[in-house]
């Protein structure tokens, strides 16, 4: 896609979000550098996402191939993915859009969390085995993995669980469950009183390694409970890799900076 006769064309990013880095990303590629074109794209899974700042779309792009052509049409200079560490699907096909495109990608992914001395984690490879683990370990659970995978647990009947997601599941889900609507960032006491008031003795967790939902950690460590931590999928091979929205804006700032 081609500038207007006479006007300046301006580079074109296109973050892949929905988290709270790619907010930041957005918000600081738009105040820092702002000749650039920033359009952030949303899934569109919540009902009422936070918006970022610059152009916003909502929905799929129809797999690799869509992904590629709107990376063509919309003439995109660079791609950023800064999906959740566990929105798989997307970011493979990113890797694979951006390689037929020819555009460059970045994968901006928070750090992981670590253990600290006095936690009882059980590492788990995805939220099957995380299913499997919980019969041996406890009976009241703390399901903080979000709504989309909770047909993986409705097969429990004998555990209760307190489910938490920003927006109400869909069945199937296990038939003993009280559903909790709300949305980080969450503080430590209200954690802790949640453990206690709900008597949780098994807490399962995503290794997302936001800050904003890491006080059920702590909480969870001081009052012995449990923690199974469903491990995050790897980066597609091959992909260079940012920690911190810094340093994002800086491997823009070396490419595309007016």
Same mark, same amino acid.
């Given at each position: 896609?081609?500038?207007?006769?006479?006007?300046v064309?301006?580079p074109?990013?296109?973050i892949?979000?929905?988290?709270?880095?790619?907010?930041?990303?957005?918000?600081d590629?738009a105040?820092?550098?702002?000749?650039?074109?920033?359009?952030t794209?949303?899934?569109?899974?919540v009902a009422?996402?936070?918006?970022?700042?610059?152009?916003?779309r909502? #929905?799929?792009?129809?797999?690799?191939?869509?992904l590629?052509?709107?990376?063509?049409?919309?003439? =995109?200079?660079?791609?950023?993915d800064?999906t959740?560490?566990?929105a798989?699907?997307i970011s493979?096909?990113a890797a694979?859009?951006a390689?037929?495109?020819h555009v460059p990608l970045?994968?901006?992914r928070?750090?992981?969390?670590v !253990?600290e001395p006095?936690?009882?984690?059980?590492p788990?490879a995805?939220?099957?085995e995380?299913a499997?683990?919980?019969p041996?370990? #406890?009976?009241?659970?703390?399901?903080?993995?979000g709504?989309?995978?909770?047909a993986t647990f409705a097969?429990l009947?004998?555990?209760?669980?307190?489910?938490?997601?920003?927006?109400?599941?869909?069945?199937?889900f296990p038939?003993?469950?009280?559903?909790?609507l709300?949305?980080?960032?969450?503080?430590?006491e209200?954690?802790?009183a949640?453990l206690?008031?709900?008597?949780?003795?098994?807490?399962v967790?995503?290794d997302?390694g936001?800050a904003?939902?890491?006080?059920?950690?702590?909480?969870?460590?001081?009052?012995? =409970?449990?923690?199974?931590?469903?491990?995050r999928p790897?980066? !597609?091979?091959?992909v260079? =890799?940012v920690?911190?929205?810094?340093?994002?804006?800086?491997? =823009?700032r070396?490419?595309h900076?007016p």
């Open positions: 896609m081609s500038a207007p006769a006479g006007s064309r301006r074109h990013v296109l892949l979000g929905g988290t709270t880095e790619a907010r930041a990303l957005a918000a590629l105040d820092r550098l702002p000749g650039l074109r920033v359009t794209s949303l899934a569109g899974r009422a996402p936070r918006l970022p700042a610059g152009e916003v909502i #929905g799929g792009f129809g797999g690799p191939d869509g590629a052509h709107w990376l063509r049409e919309h003439a =995109v200079d660079a791609l950023i800064a959740h560490p566990f798989g699907t493979f096909n694979q859009a390689a037929t495109a970045l994968a901006l928070r750090p992981g969390w !253990p006095g936690d009882t984690w059980h788990v995805s939220l099957t995380a499997a683990a919980l041996d370990l #406890g009976h009241r659970i703390f399901l903080t993995t709504r989309m995978g909770l097969h009947t004998d555990q209760w669980f307190l489910v938490r997601s920003v927006d109400a599941p869909e069945p199937p038939p003993r469950m009280e559903v909790l709300d949305r980080g960032p969450f503080t430590l209200g954690e802790r949640l206690q008031e709900h008597r949780i003795d098994v807490l967790t995503k997302s936001a904003a939902t890491a006080p059920k950690l702590r909480a969870a460590r001081e009052l012995g =409970v449990p923690v199974v931590v469903v491990e790897a980066v !597609p091979p091959g260079p =890799v920690g911190t929205v810094e340093e994002a804006v800086g491997w =823009v070396g490419r900076e």
